[in-house]
Nanobody, 115 residues
Framework: QVQLVESGGGLVQPGGSLRLSCAASSSIFSFNAMGWYRQAPGKQRELVATITRGGGTGYGDSVKGRFTISRDIPKSTVYLQMNTLKPEDTAVYYC?????????WGQGTQVTVSS
């Protein structure tokens, strides 16, 4: 069973930065893609960023230019660098991994942007 463990969330002031980490229990090459999603209270879960097996990346419109997804293959870890954070970025952030017809999720990590 694949496990994804997120870390790095917390409270940050507007304009600040955070880096989230997602450690996978298997090689990230075993997945077609990995990514980050987020869900704010009362809202649907939305795509934040993805990275494919080949290294291609994609971003949600609201985070383009501010967030960067990357990976460390030997550590089986995917990162989300979040800069210029805004209060509307407040949400639970979930790591996701897709392999064939299987879809795996981490437990989520809370990010709160507030002064």
């Amino acid at each position: 069973q694949v496990q994804l463990v997120e870390s790095g969330g917390g409270l940050v002031q507007p304009g600040g930065s955070l880096r989230l980490s997602c450690a996978a229990s298997s090689s990230i090459f075993s997945f077609n893609a990995m990514g980050w999603y987020r869900q704010a209270p009362g809202k649907q879960r939305e795509l934040v960023a993805t990275i494919t097996r080949g290294g291609g990346t994609g971003y949600g419109d609201s985070v383009k230019g501010r967030f960067t997804i990357s990976r460390d293959i030997p550590k089986s870890t995917v990162y989300l660098q979040m800069n210029t954070l805004k209060p509307e970025d407040t949400a639970v952030y979930y790591c996701n991994a897709q392999s064939g017809f299987s879809n795996y999720w981490g437990q989520g990590t809370q990010v709160t942007v507030s002064s």
